[in-house]
């Protein structure tokens, strides 16, 4: 304590002799060469004790770095996100929605609800299967939207239920395309698509998106059997066609 107060004195006098002009550059040097052992005793606990707290704060950053923050969602917050959205635009968004379902409360309503949406949503987009499409069509059954997605949720009800008597308009369809096709090699994939159209032979095909793809897929190929890899696409998506539904595509 005694070592402070000689400081203190020493600053202070120093400091009134400066402003006085009677003390030379040379006398406070002297001054603090004679106090130099004090000066540096100090300096040193005081750099002790920074370095302590800066240990003490690098281990707490630590701590926090390898902390993960994960946000939970409150229902009210999901369903304001995704009633914003159409059915569909969730569906083009959905690995962002599913990362916000997975952080939403564990006791949330909307969550579950939309996660089987997606996954029901998704299997249209894949070849026709009897299990997973009867598993489908119970599970519609009690699923009940955001009142914002009824609409959309009654045309993707419509799909899953019909999708077995798609693949048997899906093989129709084909052999329509055969016939419109024959031998003309000058017809394109866009005059087969229209007549198609005009007739409204492709109305419930387009429903399900993995048979609306497998309609386009197979005029294009059809119509331009020309091209070299024409007859290996259109011999892999028939045996596709017919591993889902041999019923269909005998």
Same mark, same amino acid.
């Given at each position: 304590?005694?070592?402070?107060?000689?400081?203190?004195?020493?600053?202070?006098?120093?400091?009134?002799?400066?402003?006085?002009?009677?003390?030379?550059?040379?006398?406070?040097?002297?001054?603090?060469?004679?106090?130099?052992?004090?000066?540096? $005793?100090?300096?040193?606990?005081?750099?002790?004790?920074?370095?302590?707290?800066?240990?003490?704060?690098?281990?707490?950053?630590?701590?926090?770095?390898?902390?993960?923050?994960?946000?939970?969602?409150?229902?009210?917050?999901?369903?304001?996100?995704?009633?914003?959205?159409?059915?569909?635009?969730?569906?083009?968004?959905?690995?962002?929605?599913?990362?916000?379902?997975?952080?939403?409360?564990?006791?949330?309503?909307?969550?579950?609800?939309?996660?089987?949406?997606?996954?029901?949503?998704?299997?249209?987009?894949?070849?026709?299967?009897?299990?997973?499409?009867?598993? $489908?069509?119970?599970?519609?059954?009690?699923?009940?939207?955001?009142?914002?997605?009824?609409?959309?949720?009654?045309?993707?009800?419509?799909?899953?239920?019909?999708?077995?008597?798609?693949?048997?308009?899906?093989?129709?369809?084909?052999?329509?395309?055969?016939?419109?096709?024959?031998?003309?090699?000058?017809?394109?994939?866009?005059?087969?698509?229209?007549?198609?159209?005009?007739?409204?032979?492709?109305?419930?095909?387009?429903?399900?998106?993995?048979?609306?793809?497998?309609?386009?897929?197979?005029?294009?190929?059809?119509?331009?059997?020309?091209?070299?890899?024409? $007859?290996?696409?259109?011999?892999?998506?028939?045996?596709?066609?017919?591993?889902?539904?041999?019923?269909?595509?005998?």
């Amino acid at each position: 304590m005694r070592r402070y107060i000689w400081i203190v004195v020493l600053l202070l006098c120093c400091g009134d002799f400066y402003g006085q002009g009677k003390v030379s550059k040379k006398d406070m040097e002297r001054a603090a060469e004679v106090n130099k052992g004090v000066i540096i $005793d100090s300096l040193k606990r005081r750099l002790d004790s920074l370095e302590c707290q800066y240990g003490r704060l690098r281990e707490q950053l630590g701590r926090f770095e390898s902390r993960s923050f994960n946000l939970t969602l409150s229902d009210e917050q999901l369903a304001e996100y995704l009633g914003a959205k159409s059915l569909e635009g969730i569906y083009r968004d959905r690995e962002e929605v599913r990362k916000l379902l997975a952080s939403a409360e564990d006791d949330s309503k909307w969550a579950p609800v939309y996660k089987e949406i997606l996954d029901i949503r998704q299997r249209l987009e894949q070849p026709y299967n009897k299990k997973e499409n009867e598993r $489908d069509m119970q599970m519609v059954a009690d699923i009940r939207p955001l009142k914002p997605h009824e609409g959309e949720f009654q045309y993707l009800c419509n799909a899953v239920n019909d999708y077995r008597f798609i693949m048997f308009e899906l093989a129709r369809v084909i052999k329509m395309v055969n016939g419109m096709v024959g031998s003309d090699t000058g017809i394109s994939a866009e005059e087969v698509e229209n007549k198609l159209r005009e007739g409204n032979e492709l109305e419930t095909i387009l429903e399900v998106p993995y048979a609306q793809k497998a309609i386009e897929t197979y005029i294009k190929y059809k119509t331009s059997l020309s091209l070299p890899d024409a $007859d290996k696409e259109l011999g892999d998506l028939v045996g596709e066609l017919q591993g889902a539904c041999p019923e269909a595509f005998k």
